[in-house]
């Protein structure tokens, strides 16, 4: 436990690292504070925080508009840290992956940020008692809701702290909490097709009749590579008035698919593509218009 320092002093709120890539002055950050009176992001050079792990909580914050959807791991050390993270982030995903192998959070454990190609940042776990590095394959396929909810239940047990956030700072909506995580906790399938349809401007109507032809009420019900072809078909609709559709699918294999497969997180690769199509000097000539669910479906 850290000594109490008496006297004058910041307000009792959790430390926030924000997980990105940063580069200045040609030296690569995995994550950064961020000071929202001055819009500043201070970057930080330790790469590992080791503490307990408290809880994990899915947040959702308000971007330009946009659902952008957080996972917070919540660490105590010498103060109390809050890792944030996109939750389709290589980062949060090789983070579930790799805690779901925990047994005993009662031990202390080193959480890794590192830097790696692009936008990607890559985590790491260590039993910070015997310094060895936790292992697990990359399982491009995995149950992402079902680790998360296997973790929190893990950490039932475990310490929490009712520290509130500053909402000057960080305007998030009510975490959901580990005892109701199974009914509350939002699919990470349900999640991708949220945001792909928010970024793409797609009907939600046009999903829901897709989905009824697949006799399911929402993307969590179906197995990924069905929400994979789900993702493209809103993807190539989204195209459709911009490129020829063979030029569409062969760009948005390459630079999509491609991209997700080196690490780069899918909305930032479907993003970047959208921006490649509206930066082609030959759209489609033939008239168009909004696919309909007929069409999606092919």
Not at 11 to 31: H, R, S
Not at 164 to 169: G, T, V
Not at 170 to 188: G, R, W
């Amino acid at each position: 436990m850290a000594e109490i320092k008496l006297g004058l002093g910041n307000p009792p709120l959790p430390i926030y690292l924000y997980v990105n890539k940063l580069e200045i002055d040609g030296q690569a950050y995995g994550w950064y504070n961020y000071d929202v009176s001055l819009d500043k992001k201070t970057p930080v050079a330790e790469r590992a925080l080791t503490g307990y792990l408290s809880e994990l909580r899915v947040t959702g914050k308000d971007f330009k508009g946009k659902d952008n959807i957080k996972l917070d791991i919540v660490v105590f050390a010498d103060d109390l840290y809050i890792v944030r993270s996109g939750i389709e982030t290589n980062f949060s995903k090789s983070f579930l992956l790799t805690a779901s192998l925990i047994e005993d959070f009662s031990r202390p454990l080193t959480i890794v940020a590192t830097p790696g190609g692009e936008n990607v940042v890559f985590c790491s776990l260590h039993d910070a008692i015997s310094k060895t590095k936790i292992r697990r394959d990359w399982d491009a396929n995995a149950d992402w809701a079902g680790l998360l909810q296997q973790i929190q239940s893990r950490l039932l047990t475990r310490p929490k702290y009712d520290l509130e956030e500053d909402e000057r700072d960080h305007p998030v909506v009510q975490p959901v909490s580990p005892t109701s995580a199974k009914t509350n906790t939002i699919h990470p399938q349900d999640l991708r097709i949220k945001q792909v349809r928010t970024l793409t401007n797609y009907p939600i109507d046009l999903v829901k009749e897709w989905l009824q032809f697949q006799d399911a009420s929402a993307p969590s019900q179906l197995s990924v590579a069905v929400v994979d072809k789900l993702v493209r078909d809103i993807c190539l609709a989204w195209a459709a008035d911009k490129l020829d559709s063979n030029h569409a699918i062969s760009s948005y294999q390459q630079q999509v698919l491609g991209a997700i497969s080196s690490g780069t997180d899918e909305i930032q690769a479907i993003q970047a593509w959208m921006n490649y199509v509206l930066g082609q000097k030959t759209p489609k000539t033939s008239d168009s218009k909004m696919p309909s669910s007929t069409a999606i479906r092919a």
